[in-house]
């Protein structure tokens, strides 16, 4: 394909596998994304790039580029804070870091939550984990385990009861400072890119300082078209963003079957692609 027909396609710069909370394998994905035609995808587990050599490996069969990323779970201001990271060096220190550090907090985090569960639900830690195929755990894994219980019936419905944040049985998770994440994505050679952040808050004025704190830790974007941004809240999003010299990233999230959002629902424009590719460590691996 090359850089500069790629340039002309559409992009989805925010996808998942089962390599952490989707549901489908690298490969797959890649295969659907050629299906919902698509130029290119950025495959962005949480916290892991152990799906990036499946689905490098399938960039010419389905004609489809890869953006190597990841979605890296901070905190900042006491919230919970999601930063895409991309095309970064994966064999830098601080990566390294980063990954041991999450993967032991995960799990204990995860294993509190089940334990927690546990006193009042018919579920364990080793069902939890037949639910994951990759290294990473998060509270999808729970889900799928109430599911497979017919505890509940969909993601859905343990989302909004039984593992919600607001419930009895949740564990927050003890992730790192954002903007210190931030900085190293930059050391490792990579750009970083607010995930969603109307699930962030809704506070426009408190957004409006969190922008500006990740900017001066050298945060690349902001993705604004995003279906947990609603729409009518988008040109505020928009306006924080561009004020404070960012770029404005659109992705669907797609987790496969995880959730409802659908490969290419919303795209990031090719120009700031290119832009986001100048000077990383790593190339966009283009058919």
Aim: glycine share 8%; proline share 5%; aromatic share 6%.
């Amino acid at each position: 394909m090359g850089t500069q027909l790629l340039l002309a396609g559409a992009i989805d710069t925010h996808v998942h596998s089962w390599c952490s909370d989707g549901t489908e394998a690298p490969a797959e994905v890649m295969r659907q994304a050629r299906m919902a035609g698509l130029a290119a995808i950025a495959l962005t587990d949480h916290d892991t790039t152990a799906g990036w050599e499946e689905a490098a490996g399938r960039v010419d069969a389905e004609n489809v580029a890869l953006i190597r990323g990841m979605e890296v779970t901070t905190r900042h201001d006491g919230r919970s804070v999601h930063m895409l990271a991309y095309l970064f060096d994966p064999d830098h220190e601080a990566v390294h870091e980063h990954s041991r550090c999450l993967h032991a907090t995960r799990r204990e985090r995860i294993e509190e939550m089940v334990e927690n569960i546990a006193r009042d639900y018919p579920i364990s830690l080793d069902d939890v984990l037949e639910q994951a195929s990759g290294e990473i755990l998060g509270r999808p894994h729970i889900a799928d385990a109430l599911i497979a219980k017919g505890i509940v019936e969909k993601r859905e419905e343990a989302f909004r009861g039984i593992i919600s944040s607001r419930g009895q049985y949740y564990v927050p998770n003890k992730a790192p400072d954002t903007c210190e994440v931030i900085e190293w994505i930059g050391e490792a050679g990579g750009k970083a890119v607010f995930a969603h952040p109307y699930l962030v808050s809704h506070d426009m004025e408190r957004l409006t300082g969190y922008v500006r704190d990740f900017s001066e830790a050298g945060l690349f974007g902001v993705e604004v078209d995003h279906r947990d941004n609603p729409d009518d809240v988008r040109p505020a999003l928009r306006e924080i963003a561009q004020n404070a010299g960012m770029e404005i990233f659109g992705a669907s999230d797609s987790h496969g079957a995880g959730k409802p959002n659908r490969l290419g629902e919303n795209v990031t424009a090719p120009d700031v692609i290119a832009r986001l590719e100048d000077g990383a460590a790593l190339p966009i691996l283009c058919p």
